[in-house]
């Protein structure tokens, strides 16, 4: 779906402009095999670049199905789900045609780190390569959705809690595109936390992959509300911060799970500049014109100006209404 300039306003030679898509992605299931997967990623990618994109953003666990819709006894059982480091062999592909093409990506997956004390860790992350095809930064998810133990009730299981632990390091902004840049994943969009720490940074720009099955267990009146709760908290995020937000499915049926797609990509006014039609692959893309952030935050959202830190206190020393 095309993007599109006119509710910015004519981008002037001198404004920072950024050409951003979001490569999303149709069902990944167990058989499909990882270069099968990154062929497709390399297609969407060269899309991208081909519309003379600078940056692709692609989803949450970008390179397998989404596995913790099962609940296996022995953790180790799904190593093979996870990346032990990136680029691989695998995945080199994507960083080489990046770099030949000149734009840079987001890429989610799994990864699993085995410490020289024998500890093992297992991380949900998001990873930025620049237009040279050099990693900036890898992100670990903050909000863990869930549960951690089997749950017989479940018609499938959605066991983030048992197989990833959440990052111990929170959110960060990083310079890059000529931005400033921040990431997040999935069920992190949802916490008005997770746009207010990137906020205070100055973030203009929020990069995030989701996988999010359409049936909520815990309340099925959630299921047809599914659509409207993404954009929801994506474009509250972007508004109430004055940044762009590129939100980039995984979805269709995958595994006999229907999960969500639509995909957009949102202005700092709240606006949806693009927005996904279809349950597949699919390239959407917009020109950001970076210095819009700057009407938001330079004035009804001037935060060194009209927040109020010291009556907020309850939103660090408590996790929630029980203490
Ligand atoms: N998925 C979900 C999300 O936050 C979820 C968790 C599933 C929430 C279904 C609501 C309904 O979008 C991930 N991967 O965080």
Redesign the pocket.
């Known amino acids: 779906m095309q993007g599109s300039v006119a509710r910015q306003g004519r981008l002037s030679p001198m404004e920072r402009k950024l050409r951003v898509a979001g490569g999303q992605l149709g069902p990944i299931q167990r058989a499909d095999s990882r270069e099968q997967v990154v062929d497709r990623l390399l297609a969407l990618l060269t899309e991208a670049a081909d519309l003379g994109c600078e940056l692709i953003v692609f989803p949450?666990?970008a390179l397998t199905t989404?596995f913790?819709r099962w609940h296996v006894p022995d953790l180790a059982e799904f190593d093979h789900f996870y990346e032990t480091e990136m680029p691989n062999a695998v995945t080199q592909p994507l960083f080489d045609e990046a770099r030949r093409r000149g734009i840079g990506f987001s890429l989610g997956y799994a990864l699993i780190e085995r410490a020289d004390d024998g500890t093992v860790h297992r991380w949900?992350v998001q990873t930025l390569v620049d237009t040279t095809g050099e990693i900036v930064a890898t992100f670990k998810?903050v909000?863990?959705?869930?549960h951690d133990t089997f749950d017989p009730e479940r018609p499938f299981q959605?066991a983030?809690r048992y197989f990833f632990e959440p990052s111990p390091d929170g959110f960060g902004v990083w310079d890059a595109f000529g931005a400033r840049v921040g990431m997040m994943?999935?069920?992190?969009?949802?916490w008005p936390e997770t746009y207010r720490e990137m906020g205070l940074q100055g973030v203009e720009l929020i990069l995030c992959g989701?996988?999010?099955?359409?049936?909520?267990?815990p309340d099925p009146s959630?299921?047809e509300l599914?659509g409207f709760?993404?954009k929801l908290v994506m474009q509250s995020g972007a508004y109430q911060n004055g940044t762009f937000v590129v939100g980039v499915a995984k979805g269709g049926v995958e595994e006999g799970v229907a999960s969500?797609c639509e995909s957009i990509i949102v202005a700092p006014s709240g606006q949806i500049l693009a927005e996904a039609t279809t349950d597949g692959d699919e390239v959407i893309w917009a020109d950001l014109r970076l210095d819009w952030c700057k009407q938001y935050t330079g004035t009804l959202f001037d935060m060194d100006y009209y927040r109020r830190p010291e009556v907020y206190t309850r939103l660090t020393t408590m996790r929630g209404p029980n203490g």
Do not use: A
């Not at 909000?143 to 869930?146: D, T």
């Not at 994943?185 to 949802?190: F, G, K, L, V």
């Not at 989701?210 to 267990?217: A, D, E, M």
């Open positions: 949450e666990l989404f913790p949900n998810k909000h863990i959705p869930g959605h983030e994943i999935c069920n992190d969009r949802r989701y996988n999010t099955p359409i049936h909520y267990v959630q299921d599914q709760h993404n969500l």
